[in-house]
C-alpha cells in the first residue's frame, strides 16, 4: 500500500532540478529580457539622445525662419513694410494683429524669442520678453560679422546697416552692454548664405541657447531668433536615473507576474512528473485526471493508456516468470512424486474399500435383516464413498498442482475484500460451531495472485480452524504489510529484501500442536490426530494442497503454537 511509504527528501540532484526548472527559467529569461531592454535605453539616451534633441530643435528654427520670411514677403508684395504693417494693426487691436499673432504663435508654441531690425534700422520686438538685450546682441553680431575680411554673409545689406549705426553715432564699446565677445563661443550647427543656427551659453543665466540671426529673402530685414535649450547631459542623467528606477520597478512587478503565472502553467505538467514517478515504481493507480485538451491534457490521456497497458504487460510478465520457475526443476520431480502418489492413494483408500467391502458382505449374507440395521450399513457405506470422492478429487487438485498443470493465472485484487465476502458466505457454519470470528485488517490490501487458488487456501486454513476450535472458541482472521526482510525469509534471485508482502494469517484458540509434528503437517495424508481427523472426514491433504499453491506463487505458508491456540498464515506479492 503506496500510502505507508515514508515521506522521501528532495536529494541534490532533485533540488538542482527545481533550481533549473521551467517555471525558474522563465523567470529569469524576463529579468535578462528586462535587463536588456534598461541596458539598451540607456546606452541610446547617453549618446544619441542629445544629437536626436539638437536636431530636433534645429528643425524648429529652420521652420519659423521659413514661416516669417513667408508673412515678411507677402506685406513686400503689398507694397507694405513690416514696421508699417504692425503699426497699422497695433493701432486696431493688439489682439487681433495677425502678424503678431503668428509671431507669438511661434513663441507660445516653440519658445522662439523673436527681434528684427528693418532696413531703414527701425528694431521690432516681435515676440520677446528680453528684447532690448536681444536686439543689442544682434547689432553686435551685425557689426561684428560686417567687419570682417571674408563676410560669411555677403549681402551689402550689412554695410549699409553699419553705415546707419556709424550715423547715429552708435559707440559699439559704449553703447552696448556686454563685457564678451558673444560670437567667441558660438558653436556654429548650420549655415546657408541667409542665415546661420548656432548654439551659445548665457554665463548671466547659466542656460545654452539655439540662435538663428541673418537675414529673410526680401534682403533687407535682419533678425535674431533665440530659443533656450536644456542641457542634455543632466536631462540624460535624469532619465536614465528614472530609468533605472522604473525598469527596477518593472523588474520586480514582472517577474512576480511571469513567476505566478508560469506557475499555473507548470503545476499539470508537474502533475505529469509525478505520475510518471510512480509508473517507474509501478505504480499504475495514479491517474492524469485533468480536462484540458492542450498538448498536456493530450499527454496526460497518453500516460493514463500507457499506465493501463504496463500494467496488463506486468501481470502477464509476473505469470510468465512464475511459471518459468515453478519449471525449474520439474523433470526431477515427478517420478517421486507419481511413486509417492500411488503408496499414500493405496494406504488411504484400504480403510475405507475394507468398510465398504466389510458393511457390503455383511448385507449380503443377511447379518442385517431389520431395517434399522440396513440403514446403519447403508450409511456407512455412503459415508466412506463420499469420503474417498472427496478424497480422489483433494489428491487430484494435489497432483495437478505439483505437476503444474494447473496454471497459476496472476491478477491484482483486494485480498481484504477477498476474506469478507469468505467470511459472510461461512456465516451459517460459524454460527453452527458455536465460533467467534474477528478480522483485523485495513480498509483495503491489494495482491497480485490467482484469487481462486487464495481462497482455497483461505477455506483449508479456516475449516482446519473450525475443526480443532475449543476453550475461548475465537477465531482471529489478520492482515498486515511487510517487507520480505521482515519476514524472515531467505531471498531467492528476484527477491529483494525491500519487496513488499501482505502476510494473512488466520489464528484459532485449542490445543497445541506437538512441536516434532509441526514440520510435518504440510506432507500429504500426515495427521496429527488421525482419530479426530477421521471423526470429521478429514484425508491429510488439505494442508498440503495449501503448500503446493503457495509454491506455485513463490511465497511462503507456515505455523506456529500460540499461548492459546494455533496460528497458521501465507503470504502474497503487494508489489504495484
Not at 533605472?244 to 523588474?251: K, N
Not at 484400504?350 to 448385507?363: D, N, R, V
Amino acid at each position: 500500500m503506496s500510502g505507508n511509504r515514508p515521506l522521501k527528501r528532495p536529494d541534490k540532484k532533485e533540488k538542482d532540478d527545481m533550481k533549473h526548472s521551467i517555471r525558474t527559467r522563465f523567470t529569469l529569461i524576463f529579468i535578462a529580457i528586462v535587463a536588456l531592454i534598461l541596458m539598451a535605453m540607456y546606452g541610446v539616451n547617453k549618446y544619441f539622445l542629445e544629437d536626436y534633441y539638437m536636431d530636433n530643435k534645429v528643425e524648429v528654427l529652420k521652420e519659423a525662419y521659413i514661416t516669417i520670411d513667408k508673412v515678411i514677403l507677402g506685406i513686400e508684395r503689398d507694397g507694405k513694410t513690416l514696421t508699417g504693417v504692425i503699426a497699422e494693426e497695433f493701432g486696431k487691436n493688439m489682439e487681433d494683429s495677425k502678424t503678431v499673432s503668428s509671431f507669438r504663435e511661434l513663441n507660445d508654441n516653440s519658445n522662439i524669442n523673436i527681434v528684427m531690425i528693418d532696413p531703414e534700422g527701425n528694431e521690432i520686438i516681435a515676440a520677446s520678453r528680453e528684447g532690448d538685450f536681444l536686439i543689442d546682441k544682434l547689432k553686435l553680431y551685425i557689426m561684428s560679422q560686417s567687419g570682417t575680411k571674408e563676410d560669411s554673409f555677403t549681402s551689402p545689406f550689412f554695410y549699409r546697416i553699419r553705415n546707419i549705426f556709424d550715423d547715429r553715432n552708435l559707440n559699439v564699446a559704449g553703447e552696448f552692454t556686454f563685457d564678451f565677445d558673444p560670437l567667441e563661443n558660438a558653436e556654429n550647427i548650420y549655415q546657408n548664405d541667409f542665415y546661420r543656427i548656432q548654439r551659445t551659453f548665457d554665463k548671466r543665466s547659466n542656460t545654452a541657447y539655439l540662435e538663428s540671426w541673418g537675414y529673410f529673402t526680401d534682403g533687407g530685414t535682419i533678425f535674431l531668433m533665440s530659443m533656450p535649450v536644456s542641457l542634455i547631459h543632466d536631462s540624460v542623467d535624469i532619465t536614465n536615473r528614472f530609468l533605472l528606477i522604473v525598469g527596477i520597478i518593472v523588474m520586480v512587478l514582472g517577474s512576480i507576474i511571469v513567476y505566478v503565472t508560469t506557475g499555473i502553467i507548470t503545476r499539470p505538467i508537474n502533475r505529469l512528473a509525478k505520475i510518471s514517478e510512480k509508473m517507474t515504481a509501478l505504480d499504475f493507480d495514479a491517474r492524469y485526471e485533468g480536462k484540458a485538451e492542450d498538448e498536456v491534457g493530450i499527454l496526460g490521456h497518453s500516460m493514463n493508456i500507457m499506465s493501463e497497458r504496463l500494467e496488463k504487460t506486468i501481470a502477464e510478465l509476473k505469470t510468465a516468470n512464475n511459471q518459468l520457475i515453478q519449471d525449474i526443476g520439474e523433470k526431477e520431480k515427478i517420478d517421486k512424486m507419481r511413486r509417492d502418489f500411488i503408496a499414500n492413494v493405496s494406504h488411504e483408500l484400504k480403510t475405507p474399500i475394507a468398510l465398504i467391502q466389510g458393511y457390503a458382505e455383511g448385507l449380503t449374507e443377511g447379518m442385517a435383516e431389520d431395517p434399522e440395521s440396513r440403514d446403519y450399513y447403508c450409511s456407512v457405506i455412503v459415508d466412506e464413498a463420499g469420503k474417498m470422492n472427496k478424497m480422489v478429487k483433494q489428491l487430484t487438485s494435489l497432483n495437478n498442482l505439483e505437476l503444474g498443470n494447473d496454471r497459476t493465472e496472476f491478477e491484482r485484487f483486494d485480498i481484504v475484500g477477498l476474506i469478507k465476502s469468505f467470511l459472510e458466505s461461512q456465516r451459517l457454519i460459524i454460527k453452527k460451531n458455536e465460533a467467534k470470528v474477528e478480522l483485523k485488517a485495513p480498509e483495503h490490501a491489494y495482491v497480485w495472485a490467482d484469487e481462486f487458488k487464495i481462497e482455497e487456501v483461505l477455506t483449508n486454513y479456516f475449516n482446519n480452524a473450525l475443526n480443532h476450535l475449543a476453550g475461548e472458541r475465537e477465531i482471529v482472521i489478520s492482515v498486515s504489510e511487510e517487507t520480505a526482510a521482515e519476514t524472515g525469509k531467505r531471498q531467492e534471485e528476484d527477491i529483494l529484501p525491500e519487496k513488499r508482502i501482505i502476510r494473512v494469517s488466520v489464528f484459532n484458540t485449542g490445543e497445541n500442536i506437538p512441536e516434532e509434528d509441526i514440520e510435518k503437517i504440510w506432507d500429504k495424508f500426515y495427521k496429527v490426530d488421525k482419530a479426530r481427523t477421521r471423526a470429521y472426514g478429514g484425508s491429510g491433504i488439505g494442508l498440503s494442497i495449501v503448500k503446493a499453491i503457495m509454491e506455485s506463487h513463490n511465497q511462503s505458508c507456515s505455523v506456529r503454537n500460540e499461548k492459546n491456540g494455533v496460528e497458521f498464515d501465507f503470504t502474497l506479492d503487494a508489489d504495484k
